[in-house]
DNA sequence: GTCTATATCTCGATAGAC
DNA sequence: GTCTATCGAGATATAGAC
């Protein structure tokens, strides 16, 4: 690769990773994407073949490296609430690093996820096991082992992804309410880190 | 308004949330709705001038009709956390009936809530205190009696947002993991209502 | 590898018959 | 009030020069 084609290529996915997470797949226009980009639309098919592939390709990309983030924050050994705490710091900081990326997902959900299930399927049958599962089976032992009180772990998971991920959702309608709500602020960020971690950790100890 | 007419909007209506729920605004397709409508093109454009009305009148008239529910599910006098517990349910039961409304409105917020954002200003003008306004109030009076921790008001409610909604926007995801996760389940829906409850409640309390 | 120009199709919206 | 037919704008994608 040279040096253009790696920074065009990563222009067109930073852009692209924009506007598909403004408007979802069908939402998205390829002209704004190459506008965002400052390239034109040409290139963009000749980077990748058509919008499925682009959509594609920025989703397995972008989601591959946050799930590898999860897996590595997962530290065993330490005790399931501290586990949790630097989790949701780590959790926080990526998503307030790259807002899009979360908003990308929500995205693909509204759409019935048929991107997001096929990449998990496929990963599933890999050699090691996935991240998400290993998360699943961490809070199952806590829970077996009265570490914390017995919540379904699913349920857990999907509580956690609500707690942090609606904090990027959200903050259009909210910041109405309460002006200081930015995601760009790092008084925030910390204020609602220090929030989840307080309402989660009371919430599953016993 | 003859019976035919009635009818008819309220087809388009019902058919334009679900469509604007899966693709927002600018990736739902006029002849999509339609079709979901069982009517043709230029119904749509008889009922309603054009696309941008047709989502603003679906949007407000679902919202409205939410705000207002929530507002109802308030009652006061009673403990923050036992009112608080009532609301989960009332707040799950609507979603759990009509998961398109949260749908549409994370969507709304995806592209920036520019519609949402003109409603509750519009809406903070008028004679009585508003939902979500009156809602927070009593959070912070909580709060200040010692009633409940001391949380910030926003947070703790973009909290009880993110865990409800988070139900049905991370389902196409998470049934990977759980297949027994689905929306239509009432005993799943029951399941979520408990742990929302028991997580929150212990998790504010003292 | 990057651009302009253009082919082809789809979309939103309207005209006009019934 | 409902339909068919169609216009014109805007969309994806490609051809071909440089």
Redesign the pocket.
Known sequence: ??A??I???SAIFDAALRVFSRKGK?G???????DEA?????????????????YEAVFAHVIGRFFSEIDRAMLPGRPFVESMEGMIHVYMDMHAAQPEVARLWVQENLNGAPVARSLIERHRNADHPFGPHRLLARIREAADAGEIRAVDPVHLMMTVLGMTVMTFIATPTLSVFDPSLRIDSAAMIDARKRHIVEVLTHGITI
């Open positions: 690769m040279t253009a084609e920074s065009t290529e069908d998205a226009r390829m002209q704004e994407i190459a400052g390239i034109n639309k040409a290139m963009l098919h000749y980077y990748f073949r058509n919008k499925d592939s682009l």
